[in-house]
T-cell receptor, first 113, second 111 residues
Framework: DGGITQSPKYLFRKEGQNVTLSCEQN?????MYWYRQDPGQGLRLIYY???????QKGDIAEGYSVSREKKESFPLTVTSAQKNPTAFYLCASRTSGSNKEQFFGPGTRLTVL | QKEVEQDPGPLSVPEGAIVSLNCTYSNSAFQYFMWYRQYSRKGPELLMYTYSSGNKEDGRFTAQVDKSSKYISLFIRDSQPSDSATYLC???????????FGKGTRLSVIA
């Protein structure tokens, strides 16, 4: 069963703790993306990676970190420096090439208490 | 001016109505245009994908791109309650540049 998986679906953390969100894909996609979604804000790009061992900051990278050690995995760490971490986090991936579609995972809802 | 503008709604229509959803954009380099449908608390799913100007039809859905006006539309014919969702437009230029999203329009189809 191919696709993009994100785990867990819901995540609760105390303020001041770092937390890592998982994103795995078995679609053999080259590029992977992390977005944050808040009510009324649409999707905002946090980080993206086009190849293994390389990634770029998106529009709102502050307070977040990523790694891309394997093609199929792109974990996102929400650090204690992120001032408003409670949000819906979406991972996406696509094959390289101008005309390739981008697909999303089911998302992780992070709540910081 | 934001790169992509999309009316957030909410938009409420009766079942069977024709729905028109729209986005405008400012970057003339955008060539690839997509519409995603997102149900509450779910990831967006790709609905329509269009390259450059023109129309594309898939069942009850039609996507239109007018690059001269920097305007894209999604039409839903014979709308159903199951179409109730948030619709996101997205677009990008050539190469591997990231998608730029509109904020989404929340649609409710009332039975």
């Amino acid at each position: 069963d191919g696709g993009i998986t994100q785990s867990p679906k819901y995540l609760f953390r105390k303020e001041g703790q770092n937390v890592t969100l998982s994103c795995e894909q078995n679609l053999n996609h080259d590029a992977m993306y992390w977005y944050r979604q808040d009510p009324g804000q649409g999707l905002r790009l946090i980080y993206y990676s086009q190849i293994v061992n390389d990634f770029q900051k998106g529009d709102i990278a502050e307070g977040y970190s990523v790694s891309r050690e394997k093609k199929e995995s792109f974990p996102l760490t929400v650090t204690s420096a992120q001032k408003n971490p409670t949000a819906f986090y979406l991972c996406a991936s696509r094959t390289s090439g101008s005309n390739k579609e981008q697909f999303f995972g089911p998302g992780t809802r992070l709540t910081v208490l | 001016q934001k790169e992509v503008e999309q009316d957030p709604g909410p938009l409420s229509v009766p079942e069977g109505a024709i729905v028109s959803l729209n986005c405008t954009y400012s970057n003339s380099a955008f060539q690839y245009f997509m519409w995603y449908r997102q149900y509450s608390r779910k990831g967006p799913e790709l609905l329509m994908y269009t390259y450059s100007s023109g129309n594309k039809e898939d069942g009850r859905f039609t996507a239109q791109v007018d690059k001269s006006s920097k305007y894209i539309s999604l039409f839903i014919r014979d709308s159903q309650p199951s179409d109730s969702a948030t619709y996101l437009c997205a677009m990008r230029s050539s190469g591997n540049t990231p998608l730029v999203f509109g904020k989404g329009t929340r649609l409710s189809v009332i039975a």
